[in-house]
């Protein structure tokens, strides 16, 4: 599997309760932080969910 990173580029704020999860979920707490993971279906499924707030680098 590829490794991807994915960065927080927007504020969490004023977000649905459902996207702050899935930020948590990728291990996303705080802006400008980033994270290296596998390019799994699950990861790119949670990373289409909150794409608006964070960029990706393949």
């Known amino acids: 599997m590829a490794i991807i990173k994915v960065k927080q580029v927007r504020s969490r704020i004023n977000c649905p309760k459902t996207q ?3 930020l948590d979920a990728l291990g996303l707490k705080k802006l400008n ?7 799994t279906p699950q990861i790119l499924g949670m990373i289409e969910k909150v794409k608006h707030l964070v960029a990706v680098e393949y």
């Open 33 to 39: 932080r980033v994270k290296e993971h596998e390019a």
């Open 20 to 22: 702050k999860l899935t």
